[in-house]
């Protein structure tokens, strides 16, 4: 039952994947490199950050968001995965192909080899079809 509610939310888990994805690049794109911080890179002087943010400045507040972002994405990536392989393997049992038909029967046989020809005289050969090579 659980199963069947999951399933049925695969294409809003499927939303929600690429939202997680694109704030999660986002936040680490914000992010900036040791020693930075993000105020500077918007214009603020070295203590505008941390007079908003805290002492810590907007570091903390980044590293913290992105650790949150990234276990949702996984979360998130996981049941995925697991819906997938729950209908990958729900088709493939349910699958139901065309009966196989066996071919009508000929109403003669054909034989094996071909039958003489009857307007050939016995003891002659028939005539080949195959032209003559050509001597040079």
Request: aromatic share 4%.
């Amino acid at each position: 039952m659980l199963l069947e509610l999951i399933i049925a939310l695969k294409y809003p888990l499927i939303i929600v994947q690429a939202i997680l994805a694109i704030v999660l690049i986002l936040m680490v794109l914000l992010q900036s490199g040791k020693g930075d911080d993000i105020g500077s890179a918007f214009g603020a002087g070295g203590g505008g950050s941390s007079s908003v943010l805290g002492a810590g400045g907007a570091s903390k507040f980044l590293v913290r968001g992105t650790v949150i972002f990234v276990t949702l994405f996984m979360l998130n990536s996981i049941v995925l995965a697991k819906i997938f392989k729950e209908q990958s393997h729900s088709a493939a049992g349910t699958s139901v192909s065309e009966p196989l038909v066996p071919a009508p029967e000929a109403a003669s046989p054909t034989p094996a080899t071909a039958p003489a020809d009857s307007t050939t005289p016995a003891g002659q050969s028939a005539p080949s079809n195959a032209a003559p090579a050509e001597k040079k």
